[in-house]
């Protein structure tokens, strides 16, 4: 679905967003990037992104650094460095991010990290940092940054210009709940506060609507493109504890293929033009095309009641959520299994999720689509790539496809599972003891669900009794098929005979998706 990955890339704008402080004034803007991957060596390459940030006194602004090495080893180290010396003009830095270690002696930034899995999305793990301001760091106060990154592969470097400006802070309400059914319009209001001590002349204001959601009017100081947020500028001046509301909604289409019971996030979110500029303008991430209206002019109608930056961006963004109403539903059931075993064995089990229909079900939605715990005495080995394990009840994404854990949540294989379709996983588990049943849960969760009964399945392991199934398991790591189930299949197999032109026949309305 092109509108589907097209909207990932908001996902880093929405990223940059929470990570916005500061701003600068329009003859400060942006500033200059430096090349952000050194020259090649003859081993590889490295690509290092950090866009400039600016920072109001007495407060703090957020940035990252996302690394890539060409032809680097999984498990190698990299590592990055930093010279603090000229901060102290500004502040203090600190870091943090899954998979770094960092220290900060002589004021000098040293951080470590290694290179992960190829199938993880963070096999560069990035390095986040916050910057604070003192209360006395002087207006316009440049400091540059210099990330230099080294490892075996090749080395890098990357400047990034830290600002410092006078702030501001936008206000509006925390969250929006609305409903609507597929197929109908939805109407989204905002309003925007400016709790700063000055007037601020003009602001930026973006929705990051679901895909399921489409701009239906055509505001000509609003652009839009299909998979890209909506960008509305204002040139109004906001008094100071003056709130204004949008003079119309902003009207989306609900896709009538949505589904009942689903709960759509979208975040409509307030930027002075100085924060803005720089998220539009930053090189690594640059903004799609899109194209401007031609229709009536959104404007912002006060309510009753020098260069800038909002540094409490926290309190700008409305999460409106959208639930959707009707009868488009869908059931979704948890699949188990069972294995007769004896200790030392090693089985291969296989669990899923199953779409019952009647309605298509959206599976990146769902993080994780199937949780699956494993009972005492028995030890995950091996399991496939897209499980992660789950700690204290969250889901652990650093650990993509590690054995041992006692809980995996398991993410969509696709991004759709159609009625009757069957995303199944495999794991292969070693008995460490067994005396008697023993059972772990297979579950799901889907909004909207209409028979919550089937979310839960068992995967049963029974102690192997004489002439049954049990011991070495057979070549593929599962366990052979003996007595009264081989005697079962052997019926079975004339019936299947049978139905086998039939099964062809519905083949392609009920699939089987199998993550091996």
């Excluded at 090649?40 to 290092?48: H, L, Q, R, Y």
């Excluded at 993880?120 to 003192?134: G, K, V």
């Amino acid at each position: 679905m092109l509108r589907h990955h097209l909207r990932r890339w908001f996902a880093t704008l929405v990223a940059v967003g929470v990570f916005v402080g500061t701003a600068a004034t329009p003859a400060l803007a942006v500033g200059t990037f430096v090349s952000a991957a050194a020259a090649p060596t003859a081993a590889g390459a490295v690509k290092i992104e950090s866009r400039n940030l600016l920072v109001a006194p007495g407060h703090g602004t957020s940035g990252q650094v996302r690394i890539d090495i060409t032809h680097l080893a999984e498990g190698e180290p990299f590592h990055l460095g930093l010279d603090l010396s000229e901060l102290d003009k500004v502040g203090r830095l600190t870091t943090s991010g899954d998979g770094w270690s960092c220290a900060q002696p002589d004021r000098h930034l040293r951080c470590t990290a290694k290179k992960g899995k190829a199938a993880m999305s963070n096999e560069f793990p990035t390095l986040f940092f916050q910057i604070d301001a003192r209360s006395d760091a002087p207006l316009d106060t440049r400091v540059e940054l210099r990330f230099d990154v080294t490892s075996s592969a090749a080395s890098g470097t990357r400047t990034t210009t830290v600002t410092v400006v006078e702030g501001v802070d936008l206000q509006t309400a925390p969250k929006a709940e609305l409903s609507v059914e597929p197929g109908d319009l939805l109407d989204v209001t905002g309003t925007v506060r400016n709790a700063g001590p000055g007037p601020e002349r003009g602001v930026v204001l973006t929705m990051d609507p679901d895909w399921l959601l489409t701009y239906r009017d055509n505001f000509r100081n609003c652009r839009w493109r299909e998979g890209t947020p909506l960008v509305c500028r204002f040139d109004t001046e906001l008094e100071p504890g003056v709130t204004y509301r949008l003079s119309d909604p902003l009207p989306f289409r609900v896709n009538r293929i949505a589904r009942s019971g689903l709960v759509l996030t979208n975040r409509l979110q307030w930027w002075t033009t100085d924060d803005w500029a720089l998220v539009e303008n930053d090189p690594t991430a640059p903004k799609p095309p899109d194209t401007p209206g031609n229709g009536i002019e959104l404007r912002l109608v006060a309510q009753p009641s020098a260069a800038r930056t909002d540094p409490a961006v926290r309190n700008s963004w409305t999460d409106v959520r959208v639930t959707i109403t009707g009868d488009r539903t869908a059931d979704a059931a948890a699949v188990g299994d069972e294995a007769r075993v004896r200790v030392g064995d090693r089985v291969k089990m296989t669990i899923g999720f199953r779409n019952l229909g009647p309605t298509t079900v959206e599976t990146w939605r769902e993080q994780p689509l199937v949780q699956v715990d494993i009972p005492d005495g028995l030890t995950v080995v091996d399991i496939v790539w897209n499980c992660y394990p789950v700690t204290d009840g969250k889901w652990n994404g650093g650990d993509i496809g590690e054995p041992g854990a006692p809980s995996y949540g398991c993410g969509g294989p696709g991004d759709f599972a159609d009625a009757g379709e069957t995303f199944s996983y495999a794991l292969t588990l070693r008995v460490d003891r067994l005396t008697r049943r023993t059972a772990g849960a297979v579950t799901t969760t889907l909004d909207g669900d209409t028979d919550h009964r089937n979310d839960r399945a068992e995967i049963v392991f029974l102690p192997a009794a004489d002439g049954s199934a049990g011991g070495e398991p057979d070549g593929d790591g599962s366990l052979p098929i003996t007595g009264g189930a081989a005697a079962s299949l052997a019926a079975l197999g004339g019936g299947l005979l049978v139905a086998g032109l039939g099964g062809y026949l519905v083949a392609r309305r009920h699939r089987t998706r199998f993550v091996a």
